[in-house]
């Protein structure tokens, strides 16, 4: 979900004129900075300041309102060790999460998407939580195709919603991938398909398949518990594994670059959610950015997910590597 912060808004009688003159002071310190050949003119310079308020900066949306995110059921990091007996494993599609209410389809942070008028004729009043999915390798293809203020027909005739739960069901998981095979049956349109479930007897299994899956071209895969119900938020009935670690970091400000990369974004510096009574801790992140997104970086404030190879003794991630800006605070 967006996070915005206006200069502009109404303040209280008594800090009437502090913003104004705030932000006088903040541009001209940024002047004498530049003027003094500390500070590369393009990009904000990192302080406390910048990195405390989040970047107004907004993309072309798919939307013009935010309805509230809806009650979505998240996934944890799967860990060897536990039972798979009750456990249903599918693949994990890389696209855009897509939620249909009954009425309007929605991103995970509650943003109501411009699809086609086609693309959900006849789809039921009950929800659907799903994969907006463009296919394997073209998670940027689903992303541009979604975030569409003006829906882009040819490029939905290339999208799917890989439906994978009946939010409102009421039965157990094992219970809704029957029910959830015939509702998708009675659409009857290609485009909207029911995730295939299956079986694995242990965690050498698990690991096969999961091979087999990356192999293909596929991000991972989801191990379901059979006898949970469906509930919002991050729990352990719900499980995500693949080839490496990625986890996600927020933005705090960013870092010009030297060399090859002066002029443009040299590194994010991120922010990792401190745990387990941890404090936050930040790192830079500059490795996996393309020159485009060092042109045009996530703003400040936004949510970014990394990929890493554990942590060191800092506790910071060894080998990160930027993979993309969360979805719904991009659409």
Same mark, same amino acid.
């Given at each position: ?67 509230? !995110?809806?009650?979505? =059921? ?6 060897? /060790?536990? %039972?798979? +007996? &009750? ?70 005739? !290339?999208?799917?919603? =890989? ?6 069901? /009421?039965? %157990?998981? +094992? &219970? ?82 030297? /060399? ?72």
């Amino acid at each position: 979900m967006k996070n915005e912060f206006r200069l502009d808004a109404p303040a209280a009688p008594a800090t009437t004129h502090r913003p104004r003159v705030t932000r006088f002071r903040l541009t001209a310190l940024h002047l004498l900075l530049v003027a003094a050949g500390l500070l590369t003119p393009a990009f904000p310079f990192v302080s406390a300041a910048s990195a405390a308020v989040p970047s107004a900066t907004s993309s072309t949306s798919s939307t013009s309102s935010t309805l509230g !995110a809806p009650p979505l =059921m998240l996934a944890k990091n799967y860990q060897p /060790g536990i %039972s798979l +007996s &009750d456990h249903w494993v599918s693949e994990k599609y890389d696209g855009v999460r897509g939620y249909w209410d009954g009425e309007k389809l929605l991103t995970r942070g509650g943003e109501r998407i411009a699809a086609p008028a086609w693309f959900t004729a006849g789809w039921p009043k009950t929800p659907l939580d799903g994969e907006l999915w463009a296919g394997r390798g073209q998670f940027a293809r689903a992303v541009s195709t979604v975030r569409q203020q003006t829906p882009d027909d040819a490029a939905w005739r !290339a999208m799917r919603f =890989m439906v994978f739960d009946l939010p409102a069901h /009421g039965g %157990s998981f +094992s &219970d809704r991938i029957p029910a959830l095979g015939g509702l998708v049956s009675r659409i009857d349109q290609p485009w909207v398909q029911a995730v295939a479930q299956s079986k694995v007897a242990n965690h050498p299994a698990l690991q096969a398949m999961l091979a087999r899956t990356a192999k293909s071209g596929g991000e991972g895969l989801m191990l379901h518990r059979g006898a949970s119900l469906y509930k919002s938020g991050r729990n352990d009935d719900l499980l995500k594994a693949k080839t490496h670690e990625d986890t996600e970091a927020r933005v705090v400000a960013h870092i010009p670059g030297k /060399g090859k990369y002066a002029g443009v974004v040299g590194a994010l510096l991120v922010e990792m959610p401190g745990q387990d009574g941890k404090a936050a801790r930040r790192f830079k992140l500059g490795t996996g950015l393309s020159d485009e997104q060092r042109r045009n970086p996530p703003p400040v404030g936004s949510t970014v997910t990394y990929r890493f190879r554990g942590l060191n003794d800092s506790g910071i991630p060894r080998f990160a590597s930027f993979m993309r800006t969360r979805e719904e605070a991009a659409l």
